[in-house]
């Protein structure tokens, strides 16, 4: 990859973790347009793509959004824990429970190619204020 696509990365890379929730692929690009006014959707995609396929960027299918990875284990899939009330991502790495999920799907002869587990509830912050309120 040349130097001006890693320097892109560099900047969505530092849009997301300079975020407080998870943001769609448009968010970044508006966020980037402050600096860069003629940036192409498509190439925020692309860099959203390298991030991605580098772990170091996780996108929340039930979201269609992205966030910063948060964990320094990257050579398993997370589990992504979204609040519902507050919009909060918690990153956790169980490597016994991504085995325990394609030992079962390999039962059937399924192959997985990736793991993308995503939990919605509410997290513990919210469950204390409606707890309190």
């Known amino acids: 990859m040349g130097r001006r696509g890693e320097m892109l990365q560099a900047e969505v ?9 998870p943001l769609s692929a448009y ?6 347009r ?4 003629k940036i192409a959707p498509p190439t925020v995609y692309r ?3 390298a991030l991605t396929a580098s772990r170091l960027v996780h996108r929340l299918e039930s979201l269609s959004a992205y966030m910063a ?10 589990i992504l824990s979204i609040c519902d ?4 991502v918690e990153e956790s790495v ?16 399924f192959r997985p190619a990736r793991h993308v587990i ?9 469950v204390g204020a409606e707890t309190s309120g």
């Open 13 to 21: 890379l530092a849009v997301l973790r300079g975020s407080e929730s």
């Open 27 to 32: 968010d970044v690009l508006g966020e980037l």
């Open 34 to 37: 402050k600096t860069r006014p």
């Open 47 to 49: 860099a959203l793509a």
């Open 69 to 78: 990875c948060q964990s320094d284990c990257h050579q398993s899939a997370s």
């Open 85 to 88: 009330d507050c919009g909060i």
């Open 94 to 109: 169980a490597p016994e429970v991504l085995e325990d999920l394609s030992s079962v799907a390999g039962k059937s002869g």
């Open 118 to 126: 995503e939990i919605h509830g509410v997290c513990a912050s919210c």
